[in-house]
């Protein structure tokens, strides 16, 4: 089809015969042309998936392709009705330009595209009669296409911030519902608007998504180097480190929010890769920050390898993305290499004198 699509049918009967052929037949065989379309139609999709060109302008793109072949193809076809009725004169062309095919090419495209249906040209036989009742039938289809993707491309460029005001006003309505003290109602709404501005950095929901072999490769390459500086697991055996960094858990903080609670039981150690935390203690009357903490330090190990309540509270001061790991599979790591435990403690120890 590829091959019989790219023939010059006209071409060869004008080699063979002297003069170029017209009729039903080559007006069949020149219509093979439109398997070639078929490529074009694979065309767009690619483009669609293509990150380097914008969706939205492709779409349109598209769209107005598809309309001037399907309105180009009409008129096609329209005007071959009226060329090969038998009485040209009641043809819709013909009643108006009785010499239409004397007429050139060009004013005869015009003709069909932009006078048809205005009035003083329109249907003159029972064909072209049948023709316009189906051609009308067809536009419904195409308009309802046509609508019915613009509307999309709009929705979805508002999509996400009808999504973000809707949460924001569901998120105050709870907190004015059960009256909730200002500082909690302004973690919740930054929590929501760091939701928001975050959400194409939220690299764990892709990764949940992706075989675990890839998994591991990925959070050997983003969070490993920043693993081995840890003061507590420096020395450790490599093994011992892939296994804990293929369990941590990222996550991103928004700024003024508490990571950890003073006096609440020991459950998770956080590993900052990236933002500043502040060392908070409570004395019973006032909060008093008694340190910072930066990338490469990790915040909740002395209570989790302990069990002891946490003896400070954990805040961050901006936006930061911490490592979450687990009390649980830390020690489970640690079970696991004997040696590794041991210099893990050691490194602790030399820490807190």
């Not at 003024?256 to 006096?263: C, L, P, R, T």
Request: proline letters at 4%; charged letters at 20%; aromatic letters at 10%.
């Amino acid at each position: 089809m590829d091959v019989a699509s790219t023939i010059p049918f006209q071409g060869l009967s004008y080699l063979v015969h002297g003069k170029a052929r017209e009729g039903l037949l080559y007006s069949l065989l020149v219509l093979l042309r439109l398997w070639r379309l078929r490529k074009f139609q694979l065309f767009f999709p690619r483009l669609e998936k293509d990150i380097r060109f914008s969706y939205f302008w492709i779409r349109c793109a598209r769209l107005i392709a598809v309309t001037l072949f399907l309105v180009h193809g009409a008129g096609c076809l329209y005007y071959l009705l009226a060329d090969r009725y038998p009485d040209r004169d009641k043809t819709w062309i013909g009643a108006a330009t009785p010499n239409f095919r004397q007429e050139s090419l060009w004013i005869r495209y015009i003709t069909t595209m932009s006078t048809v249906g205005q009035g003083d040209l329109h249907a003159q036989n029972k064909l072209e009669m049948m023709f316009n009742i189906f051609y009308m039938l067809f536009n419904l289809g195409l308009a309802a296409y046509l609508s019915g993707n613009m509307t999309n491309l709009a929705l979805q460029g508002t999509r996400r911030t009808m999504e973000f005001r809707n949460s924001i006003c569901a998120a105050s309505d709870f907190v004015c519902r059960n009256r909730l003290p200002p500082r909690l109602q302004q973690q919740i709404l930054a929590y929501m608007c760091l939701k928001f501005r975050a959400e194409s950095l939220n690299q764990q929901q892709l990764m949940d998504q992706l075989p675990k072999s890839i998994c591991q490769s990925i959070c050997e390459h983003l969070f490993l180097p920043v693993v081995k500086e840890v003061y507590l697991f420096k020395g450790i055996s490599r093994d011992a480190q892939l296994l804990l960094v293929t369990q941590t858990k990222p996550e991103y903080i928004p700024p003024k929010e508490d990571v950890i609670v003073q006096n609440e039981a020991a459950d998770d150690v956080y590993i900052i890769v990236s933002g500043e935390v502040e060392i908070i203690y409570f004395n019973g009357e006032r909060e008093e920050v008694v340190g910072k903490l930066g990338t490469m330090d990790i915040l909740g190990e002395v209570s989790a390898l302990s069990d002891r309540p946490q003896t400070f509270t954990f805040r961050t001061r901006t936006l930061s993305q911490l490592l979450r790991l687990k009390q649980a599979t830390l020690r489970e790591v640690m079970e696991s290499k004997p040696d590794d435990r041991a210099l893990i403690f050691r490194n602790l120890l030399k820490s807190a004198m």
